[in-house]
């Protein structure tokens, strides 16, 4: 059995699904200029579509790590409390300031709503601060940890799964949402919700069982409980899910595109995180990379330094992927599906320099966590 590591303490796999993550965020960033661009430019579309479409493991990675690095939570609620909610809330305050005036400054159209952008960030996040979702989501997730963890401590290998089993079937729940209005079903008083959700009650039956809470359990219990097939049993295995899910959710995309063209409530289905293809996507990538082992004090000691930056990167790096994407996309003469890696690259290399920069100030916590 697989112990479940000390927080802060670099562990090479770790790091390396840390970046990769990382990577993937800046990418799927880099990509979404095209996809928007739908039947005015169909081969940006088709190129934003399917680089976008393998990258949305991107999050449930992140959320995953930390499960397996902190649970169980072995400190005092109040003390973790501050701990980790500190950690994200100072950046998510500054980033919710800086980028809109970066925009601002930048002279981008966003930034005529820069003032407003700023004032309402304590409601939520907004265009410019767009990758702050994460955080918002994170600081509910840290407040359940401590409440979760001792049921996830004394809890045996059996009741892990029948948690993860309940947790797999809400993954199918956005696609039920999507087909009930297809076969027939018109909903009550014109609230389309299913399994008791309505005007009065949004908490359907499999709310409390849902969402990221089930990422957190996922990592958690593969790093308690690692299989015990050999390495290239796990990678045959993983490679399967991650293109039965990559199939799953750029074709069910372009589904979506051609029968409802402009309407992101059904769009954004196929992409969703907390969706049964990503999930197979995200268990792929999470099965494979835990088997490889980095050799070399050198490459080991780069990539906990990378990993590092990941943070920080992930605060900063949207404003500067505009900037790439504006200047790439005008002066760099290459097709969309060349044009998003090297934005994505070029974005994810600037990012991390910014980072390591501002590691150097003295209130730098505040900033990168």
């Known amino acids: 059995m697989a112990q479940n590591p000390s927080p802060g303490r670099h562990i090479p796999w770790l790091d390396l699904l840390r970046v990769a993550a990382c990577l993937m965020v800046v990418f799927s960033h880099s990509g979404d200029f095209f ?21 949305r493991a991107c999050v449930p990675l992140f959320v995953m790590i930390s499960g397996v690095l902190l649970l169980p939570v072995r400190m005092e609620t109040g003390a973790f409390y501050r701990r980790r909610l500190g950690r994200i809330l100072w950046p998510l305050a500054v980033w919710s300031i800086l980028t809109p005036l970066f925009y601002w400054a930048y002279g981008h159209a966003e930034g005529e709503h820069a003032l407003y952008d700023i004032a309402s960030f304590p409601i ?26 001792p049921w996830v401590e004394q809890a045996s290998r059996r009741d892990l799964k029948r948690f993860l089993y ?31 959700e309505c005007d009065w009650n949004p908490f359907g039956t ?5 969402g990221f809470l089930g990422y957190l359990i996922l990592g958690y219990y593969l790093n308690r409980f690692p299989s015990e097939r050999s390495k290239r049993q796990i990678r045959l295995r993983s490679a399967l899910c991650f293109a039965t899910g990559y199939a799953l959710t750029c074709g ?23 969706g049964f293809s990503v999930f197979l996507m995200t268990y792929g990538v999470f099965t494979a990379l835990r088997t490889v082992r980095l050799s070399g004090e050198r490459t080991v000691g780069r990539m906990g330094c990378l990993a590092g930056l990941t943070f920080g990167i992930y605060l900063c790096h949207f404003f500067i992927v505009q900037v790439g ?20 690259l070029v974005a994810f290399g600037v990012s991390a320099g910014v980072v390591w920069l501002l590691q150097k100030l003295p209130f730098h916590k505040y900033l990168i966590g």
Not at 127 to 138: G, R
Not at 206 to 210: E, L, N, Q, T
Not at 331 to 343: A, E, G
């Open 325 to 344: 994407y504006d200047l790439i996309s005008a002066y760099v003469p290459l097709p969309p599906y060349l044009q998003i890696p090297i934005i994505a």
């Open 252 to 274: 069910g995309y372009l589904l979506a595109q051609r029968y409802f063209p402009g309407d992101y409530s059904y769009l954004e289905v196929p992409w969703f995180f907390t």
């Open 124 to 149: 939520n996040f907004n265009y410019a601060t767009t990758p702050l979702w994460y955080l918002y989501m994170l600081a509910g997730l840290y407040l359940i940890l401590p409440i979760v963890s």
């Open 206 to 210: 499999f709310y409390y069982v849902s």
């Open 35 to 55: 996809v928007a661009r739908f039947d005015e430019d169909r081969t940006a579309f088709l190129s934003g579509v399917l680089w976008g479409s393998a990258l």
């Open 166 to 196: 309940l947790w797999g079937f809400t993954l199918f729940i956005p696609y039920l949402r999507v087909l009930a209005p297809l076969v027939g079903y018109v909903g009550n008083y014109g609230h389309l919700g299913i399994l008791g």
